[in-house]
């Protein structure tokens, strides 16, 4: 399967996708839903170095209790060739690099920083979605992105996703997130392309602790109703 998560800026998207990837690894909840089945996850970052995405990993792992060292999570930054989804080495590469790993889950952010492709144009974007979907096929891994949305606050769910039609309607599981200024809430909308509609919304609380000397560190929970 391949999960869009689209979210506008500033709006925690490596941390979140962090919690995920920690979630699987360790066996622990994501939210609420139990992981069923755990394994090792490949995480690649765009736009941050390795070490900094090590030192977010250590604050979350931290604030939750995961001490087990050998918890599977294999980090990859900037400071690493740069993934390029549009050149076809790059991808039978990162194939390889996931199969010899034995990851189940391939974590890559932000999506703009995988291509070079116009991602309005559904004649390039489309060949890029083509071998997201070959990584899934030849790996057996789940594939998560994050994205952006768009800057039309009046679209919600895949349609406020930035880019060309073509990547909403691609995707098998979509999750949008909306924030409001000055509120620590996050809704997200979740939706596949096998529904014609939004199959459930949640809402979700971002959490923010300073640590002494360091950095903040963010995490989200599930907001129950009431």
């Not at 999570?73 to 390889?96: K, S, T, Y």
């Not at 034995?102 to 071998?131: C, K, Q, W």
């Amino acid at each position: 399967r391949v999960v869009l998560s689209g979210a506008p800026k500033r709006a925690q998207k490596t941390w979140t996708l962090l919690q995920l990837g920690l979630c699987v690894a360790s066996g622990m909840d994501f939210l609420g839903f139990k992981v069923s089945k755990p394994g090792r996850v490949l995480f690649y970052s765009g736009e941050e170095p390795a070490w900094h995405v090590q030192e977010r990993l250590a604050a979350l792992s931290d604030y939750f209790g995961v001490t087990d060292p050998d918890t599977p999570l294999l980090l990859a930054g900037e400071d690493v060739p740069r993934i390029r989804l549009n050149i076809a080495d790059m991808v039978d590469q990162l194939c390889a690099t996931a199969q010899a790993w034995g990851a189940t889950m391939i974590i890559m952010e932000p999506f703009r920083r995988l291509h070079d492709v116009n991602e309005n144009d559904s004649t390039e974007i489309a060949p890029i979605l083509d071998r997201l979907t070959d990584i899934t096929r030849k790996t057996g891994a789940a594939v998560v992105l994050s994205h952006h949305t768009g800057k039309n606050k009046e679209n919600s769910g895949g349609a406020a996703m930035r880019g060309s039609s073509d990547i909403h309607s691609w995707y098998d599981l979509g999750l949008a997130a909306t924030t409001k200024d000055g509120s620590d809430d996050v809704h997200i909308e979740v939706e596949s392309r096998h529904a014609s509609a939004s199959f459930f919304d949640m809402r979700l609380r971002k959490e923010c602790e300073y640590l002494p000397g360091r950095f903040r560190r963010m995490w989200l929970e599930r907001v129950l109703p009431s």
